[in-house]
């Protein structure tokens, strides 16, 4: 998905826990949390404005566009630095089994 949820960041920020957030917004915190997790395919804009209002933040604050090709040079970065580590891994390894 191209929009990146960061409720996690400003509750950490506010030092706020999923649970305190769903009592303040009257959500339950299984809908939060699939939130939070960025598996929501939708967020009303009422909800959104009870976040934001509990959180004091801007709903650019929670929701970011992120582009499918950053993702993918993100993801291939990633994948390049555990394939250099896995070399290291088997060399400790023969050393572990001889």
Do not use: W, Y
Not at 16 to 26: H, P, Q, S
Not at 30 to 54: H, M, P, V, W, Y
Not at 58 to 86: C, M, N, T, W, Y
Request: aromatic share 4%; charged share 35%; proline share 2%.
């Amino acid at each position: 998905m191209a929009i990146a949820v960061k409720l996690d960041d400003l509750l950490h920020d506010r030092r706020m826990t999923l649970t305190e957030l769903a009592e303040r917004v009257g959500m339950t915190l299984a809908n939060l949390s699939i939130l939070k997790t960025g598996k929501a395919r939708a967020i009303r804009f009422s909800t959104l404005d009870a976040i934001c209002e509990a959180l004091s933040c801007q709903p650019g604050d929670i929701l970011q566009f992120e582009s499918e090709q950053a993702k993918g040079d993100r993801s291939r970065l990633a994948k390049g630095a555990q394939a250099d580590e896995r070399p290291a891994e088997r060399e400790s390894n023969k050393e572990i089994f001889k």
